[in-house]
C-alpha cells in the first residue's frame, strides 16, 4: 500500500491531495472491480463508503470517483505495458483533502501520480492553469 501527496499552488489557492491505495495482478479479469481500459481495473468501494466518523480520510461521491476512473484511465496504457500479461487491479484504500477549496479534477491527478511512483512509470504529462475569472483550476487531460 502506498500514500501519495498531491499538490498544486498555482494561483491564490492550491489544490492538495493524499491518495493511499494498492494494486494486485492477477491472470484474468478481478471480481467486484471496474473496467477501466484494456486489463486495468479499478476498486473504490472503500473510499465511496468510507466511515463518515472516521477522518482518516473521507468518503466520496459517485462524482468524484469519475475523477478517480479519470486518472486510472489516463495511466492503464502506461500500466499494460508495464505489466503486458495480466490483469491490474487498483484499489483505492483512502483520500484525504481540504474539503474548503476543493477541485474532484484533483483525484483524477492524483491517482495518476500514484501510479507512476506505484509502477515506475514516465509522468504523464497534464497541464493545469489557473482560471482567475472562474476561482478555478482548468486542466488539459
Request: proline content about 8%; hydrophobic content about 45%; charged content about 25%.
Amino acid at each position: 500500500m502506498r500514500t501519495t501527496s498531491y499538490r498544486l499552488l498555482r494561483g491564490p489557492w492550491g489544490i492538495a491531495v493524499d491518495l493511499t491505495a494498492d494494486a494486485r495482478l492477477s491472470p484474468g479479469p478481478p471480481a467486484g472491480a471496474e473496467h477501466v481500459a484494456g486489463r486495468v481495473w479499478l476498486d473504490v468501494a472503500a473510499v465511496l463508503n468510507h466511515p463518515a466518523d472516521d477522518r482518516s480520510g473521507w468518503r466520496i461521491t459517485g462524482d468524484e470517483a469519475e475523477w478517480l476512473r479519470r486518472g486510472a484511465a489516463l495511466a492503464a496504457p502506461a500500466i499494460e505495458a508495464r505489466f503486458p500479461g495480466g490483469h491490474t487491479t487498483v484499489t483505492v484504500r483512502r483520500v484525504l483533502f481540504p474539503q474548503a477549496d476543493f477541485q474532484p479534477e484533483g483525484l483524477a491527478a492524483a491517482l495518476l501520480r500514484w501510479a507512476e511512483d506505484e509502477f515506475g512509470l514516465p509522468a504523464h504529462p497534464v497541464d493545469v492553469a489557473f482560471d482567475r475569472a472562474a476561482g478555478r483550476y482548468v486542466y488539459d487531460w
